[in-house]
């Protein structure tokens, strides 16, 4: 990786960290919908990261976001499990004709077919395991899924817009 896509991928770590901290904080839908974007910031790292580097940049976005949430490990641990499960996903999702090396896994680089199989499982499994752990037993199941449910769609359709807005289709070199 190239020191300008270091630069790029540290702002853009800073960014979704100070957007999911300061702004979205306090935004629930419905006393129900979370909207956690900061999973974005994960999914759309370059596939070629390896397991462990992505694992700890979970950590490390996740356990900043739980200092200001105080959410005791909550989010480093669902961010550490999507780290850990995106790359045997992406492997599962491989198009046709291979991936393009140094094309991030974006909306607007895979296409939305894709990109919808790719990230609503991931979302899902991060949000059930945050929220169960958060819950551990202390409500009924309804709610929980009803909160991991709508807060995932939060989440994506925040994130696809950010995507939409924001980014823009790379080109392969």
Not at 75 to 86: D, K, P, Q
Not at 122 to 134: G, Q, T
Not at 147 to 168: C, D, E, H, N, P
Request: aromatic share 18%; charged share 10%; hydrophobic share 55%.
């Amino acid at each position: 990786m190239t020191s300008g896509k270091i630069i790029k991928y540290s702002l853009s770590f800073v960014l979704y960290f100070l957007i999911q901290v300061f702004i979205l904080k306090d935004l629930v839908l419905f006393g129900y919908a979370f909207c956690f974007l900061y999973v974005f910031f994960l999914l759309n790292l370059p596939h070629e990261l390896p397991t462990v580097p992505l694992m700890l940049i979970g950590f490390f976005m996740g356990i900043l976001i739980d200092l200001f949430y105080d959410s005791l490990g909550l989010h480093a641990a669902s961010a550490v499990l999507l780290g850990f499960l995106r790359n045997p996903w992406i492997q599962v999702n491989t198009p046709t004709g291979g991936y393009d090396d140094n094309v991030p896994p974006t909306l607007l680089n895979m296409g939305m077919g894709w990109y919808l199989f790719y990230s609503i499982p991931l979302i899902l499994i991060h949000h059930l395991l945050f929220f169960y752990i958060d819950i551990l037993g202390t409500e009924l199941y309804l709610p929980l899924v009803i909160r991991v449910l709508s807060s995932m769609a939060f989440t994506f359709l925040l994130g696809i817009i950010v995507q939409a807005v924001f980014y823009k289709k790379e080109r392969v070199i």
